[in-house]
């Protein structure tokens, strides 16, 4: 009996160490001077806004990030992406939208060039440019080294996109009800594949090798994707807190939880998500964004803070 008992609390403290993260979650910067309700980063550089104004900074030193830019839009911003390190796009609903940089005592860094685009979520393959708007599908545009941009075709989807993520040659988006799949392997002129009605309060979504992440309300969706023509539901979590926001490195999935905290998951077993870790920022997490062994995470009013997870 005693062997049994000892065996069964062997594996129980086994499965719990299977679940415990072996790297650290450590702060390393904070930022107070400006609003954060949305962060993103490429190559050492982050872009936070609000509705209305962003600002770059640079993290050459993580430990004091520069601003090196700051502009304001006529129009509330929905997304914005960065190309060549000075080239920086725009998008929101107005065609009139102007963007300007704002002057300040500072002395800023570097130059910047805004593009003003129609549409509402932004990512970039390379030279090449994918633009949602929630009423007029998808554009594909040809940005080359970042001087202006080219309209190369447009994906009308029936119903608004939400979120997507671009992935060379498919193109993965959550409309108004679910996931669709496009092809665009021939640039010029999409097709949409596949789609699958069950996600009807879908937020935002990443991918992962063969599978999407989906976040709806509180729900954490894993979507295999193995089958363009048939994704197929493999694994569901429901979280405390709604989610704010996905981001996802290393077999790791980061969610923002707003008052929840982040809450990190390892998806190396994409049907049996392992939940490893769970920090709590000094205020509610809006948004998150990855790079190398950083995490950024957008406080809304109370700024951006750095974290190094390691």
Same mark, same amino acid.
């Given at each position: 009996m005693k062997r049994l008992v000892l065996s069964i609390l062997m594996l129980a403290i086994s499965a719990y160490a299977i679940a415990i993260d072996d790297r650290f979650i450590s702060p390393l910067a904070t930022v107070k001077q400006n609003q954060a309700?949305?962060?993103?980063?490429?190559?050492?550089?982050?872009?936070?806004?609000?509705?209305?104004?962003?600002?770059?900074?640079?993290?050459?030193n993580a430990w004091q990030p520069r601003l090196e830019g700051s502009f304001s839009s006529l129009y509330p911003i929905e997304d914005v992406n960065i190309q060549g390190g000075n080239q920086l796009y725009v998008s929101s609903h107005e065609p009139t939208n102007t963007v300007t940089a704002i002057d300040s005592l500072n002395t800023y860094g570097?130059?910047?060039?805004?593009?003003?685009?129609?549409?509402?979520?932004?990512? @970039?393959?390379?030279?090449?440019?994918?633009?949602?708007? @929630?009423?007029?599908?998808?554009?594909?545009?040809?940005?080359?080294?970042?001087?202006?941009?080219?309209?190369?075709?447009?994906?009308a989807e029936k119903w608004g996109i939400r979120d997507f993520v671009a992935q060379y040659p498919y193109i993965y988006a959550l409309n108004d009800f679910g996931v669709v799949v496009v092809d665009v392997s021939q640039q010029n002129f999409p097709l949409g594949i596949a789609t699958n009605y069950q996600i009807p309060d879908a937020r935002c979504l990443v991918k992962d090798r063969e599978y999407l992440y989906v976040a709806a309300g509180k729900e954490l969706l894993v979507?295999?994707? @193995?089958?363009?023509?048939?994704?197929?539901?493999?694994?569901?979590?429901?979280?405390?807190?709604?989610?704010?926001?996905? *981001?996802?490195?290393?077999?790791?999935?980061?969610?923002?939880?707003?008052?929840?905290?982040?809450?990190?998951?390892?998806?190396?077993?994409?049907?049996?998500?392992?939940?490893?870790?769970?920090?709590?920022?000094?205020? =509610?997490?809006?948004?998150? =964004?990855?790079?190398?062994?950083?995490?950024?995470? *957008?406080l809304g009013r109370d700024g951006w803070i750095i974290y190094e997870y390691k």
């Open positions: 309700f949305s962060i993103a980063v490429d190559e050492g550089n982050v872009l936070v806004r609000n509705q209305y104004q962003m600002w770059v900074y640079s993290t050459f570097r130059i910047f060039f805004t593009n003003p685009i129609i549409g509402d979520k932004m990512t @970039r393959e390379g030279s090449t440019l994918y633009v949602a708007d @929630r009423f007029r599908g998808i554009d594909i545009f040809d940005i080359g080294n970042g001087v202006g941009h080219d309209l190369k075709a447009s994906f979507i295999s994707i @193995r089958d363009n023509d048939k994704p197929l539901l493999v694994a569901q979590v429901r979280l405390a807190n709604e989610i704010q926001s996905l *981001a996802i490195k290393d077999q790791r999935l980061f969610a923002a939880l707003g008052q929840g905290g982040v809450k990190i998951y390892d998806v190396s077993i994409p049907n049996r998500l392992e939940d490893i870790n769970t920090f709590y920022p000094p205020a =509610a997490a809006y948004d998150i =964004a990855l790079e190398n062994d950083y995490v950024y995470v *957008a």
